[in-house]
């Protein structure tokens, strides 16, 4: 037995998504990270191969990217609007205090384009804009060393 939310503040932590919030079939494998994961040079025929090895030549609409929440007393969990300099961009998908860490992490879809925008990211919880910074990397174990080690 385990803790469901234990196990849901550690992935966040560790930048891991979930079926059903990060990974859904409106999502492409670009635009969630995955596509490292599809082999498409393969001669196996597969429902979404043209649009897959389309994707490179448009690019991908958004990107999964992770947030680091100055979060007060609320974390988010999802269906919050990620704002960029006062406009509303994008969404979170799942988010919560990421406990090893110490921090208040959301996970959310942007458009590929301010995907790497530095600074004037905000998450809103519960109607309050909160200051975001977009976390280029995992805040626990960005290598994986531990992983594997």
């Not at 990620?82 to 110490?102: F, K």
């Amino acid at each position: 037995l385990f803790g469901a939310r234990a196990l849901n503040s550690l992935r966040l932590e560790k930048g891991y998504g979930s079926w059903a919030r990060e990974y859904r079939p409106i999502y492409t494998p670009a635009e969630t990270g995955l596509d490292r994961f599809v082999a498409a040079d393969k001669n196996a025929d597969f429902v979404g191969r043209a649009a897959f090895t389309d994707e490179p030549k448009n690019g991908a609409a958004r990107k999964l990217c992770l947030f680091k929440v100055d979060a007060s007393d609320a974390d988010a969990i999802g269906d919050e609007a990620i704002w960029l300099n006062g406009d509303a961009v994008g969404w979170v998908t799942s988010g919560g205090y990421a406990h090893h860490s110490q921090a208040s992490i959301a996970m959310g879809y942007v458009p590929a384009e301010t995907a790497d925008a530095a600074e004037g990211w905000q998450v809103e919880i519960l109607g309050d804009r909160r200051p975001a910074k977009l976390l280029p990397e995992p805040l626990f174990d960005p290598q994986s060393s531990r992983l594997r080690g």
